[in-house]
């Protein structure tokens, strides 16, 4: 079972950037594409952000186009997300979540997500 472990985030006000981590570790953990959702106060969990298992390839959520960038870093044992966010807003305020999909290419369907991480807060105050 992979396991995503999940730092950064936290208050920050408009305009500001922010990145957070995703680590993956555990048995197959390098066939694991991984991405990024998010879920604000009162809403349901969205997409974010998604790319392929080696990096090449990304795709962002309309929302969030042109502000938020994803990277890979791999290693023998643990390879490493990372969610760049740049220009906050207070719309960009929930609790943000890596998940992974064995597979090539991550997916924008929750459904398809194999495992999640824990969360992470990140607020923007206005």
């Known amino acids: 079972q992979v396991r995503l472990i999940q730092s950064g985030g936290g208050l920050v006000q408009a305009g500001d950037s922010v990145r957070l981590s995703c680590s993956a570790s555990g048995s197959l953990f390098a066939n694991y594409a991984l991405g990024w959702f998010r879920q604000a106060p009162g809403k349901e969990r969205e997409f974010v952000a998604v790319?392929?298992?080696?990096?090449?390839?990304?795709?962002?959520a309309d929302s969030v186009k042109g502000r938020f960038t994803i990277s890979i870093s791999r290693g023998s044992a643990q390879n490493t997300d990372y969610l760049q966010m740049n220009n906050l807003t207070s719309e960009d305020t929930g609790v943000y979540y890596c998940?992974?999909?064995?597979?090539?290419?991550?997916?924008?369907?929750?459904?398809?997500?194999?495992?999640w991480g824990r969360g992470t807060q990140v607020t923007v105050s206005s």
């Open positions: 998940a992974g999909t064995l597979r090539e290419y991550g997916s924008r369907l929750q459904d398809e997500v194999d495992c």
């Open positions: 790319g392929s298992w080696n990096g090449d390839s990304t795709e962002f």
